[in-house]
């Protein structure tokens, strides 16, 4: 059961989780649901947050990339909203205007921090994914664990539609945990 106990709560979350992601927020939802496009959402969600962590990507609080964000924000709110039986037409409205607020805010906030504490950019950049996915599996009910075998299957159906033969390291066969030990 997630831990938010509104729909309005809950929508507005997975709103915030957009503004960080443009593409964790559906993910997070289409997870929740099992639909069968959720792999794809996984997909873009871990293909983002690897394309942010390195640079490539540009800074969020730009106008024009504030809209996929803000329009990620206004359908999971929405979704969320019709899900919980409840309709309120105003939900995508305040789900895009929460997500472009994360988006623009966060970033900003991140740099005074690096700047004013001295923290590494990318140190506090882990830290707000950790925050984000901690407020999207809080929002659907999801643990970490099973959001981990949730991007296991969607690179796992990848790799089955990529390359039907190729195997996966011994180590990932056999279950090798976070801290290297074999997994029960």
Not at 136 to 160: H, S
């Amino acid at each position: 059961m997630p831990k938010l106990k509104t729909p309005l709560e809950r929508a507005m979350a997975l709103a915030a989780v957009s503004g960080s992601k443009a593409t964790l927020g559906p993910a997070f939802l289409e997870s929740s649901r099992r639909a069968p496009r959720a792999g794809a959402w996984i997909l873009g969600a871990l293909g983002e947050m690897f394309l942010d962590k390195t640079g490539l990507l540009p800074a969020r609080y730009r106008p024009a990339l504030l809209i996929p964000h803000a329009l990620a924000g206004a359908w999971v709110a929405r979704e969320t909203m019709r899900d919980e039986g409840g309709d309120d037409p105003s939900a995508p409205v305040m789900g895009a205007i929460v997500a472009a607020g994360v988006a623009g805010v966060a970033p900003m906030a991140r740099m005074v921090l690096s700047r004013g504490l001295g923290v590494s950019d990318p140190l506090l950049g882990l830290a707000e994914d950790y925050l984000v996915l901690k407020l999207g599996g809080e929002a659907t009910g999801m643990t970490f664990n099973q959001m981990g075998e949730c991007a296991k299957e969607a690179v796992e159906d990848l790799r089955d539609r990529v390359a039907p033969g190729l195997e996966l390291p011994a180590a990932s066969r056999i279950g090798v945990g976070a801290r290297g030990g074999a997994a029960k």
